[in-house]
């Protein structure tokens, strides 16, 4: 695991979450690895927002934002070249473009998010 944590060391993170525990244990985790937490973003209209402002790294998103979907940020985010990983419960209901996409299952195990983290940045 200390490869995947040195990849991360320094590393712009954006978190788009809309359950606030949620956010701020994904925040701390991705502190604890020595990242940059770009966010967390509520919403997607947050996270565009915060896009125009920084380009992160990597991202980290959930799909359902408050009955809304995360599809404009994918769009922005796939557009500049980012990678993201989603952090879903509705890993079954995708849309079809997010099927391909890495995932990692809520609730997050932390050691899968730093290994797929670690693997996109590495890409």
Known sequence: MQDANQALRGRRVMIVEDEMLVAMELEDLLVEQGCAVVGPAPSAARALALLDEELPDVAVLDVN???????????????????????????????????QAPRVDKPVDHDKLVRVLARLLDA
Not at 65 to 85: C, D, E, H, I, S
Not at 87 to 93: D, L
């Open 65 to 99: 934002l408050n009955g809304q979907t995360a599809m404009p940020v994918v769009a922005v985010l796939r557009a500049q070249g980012v990678p993201f990983v989603l952090a879903t419960g509705y890993g079954h209901a995708l849309q079809p473009e997010l099927r």
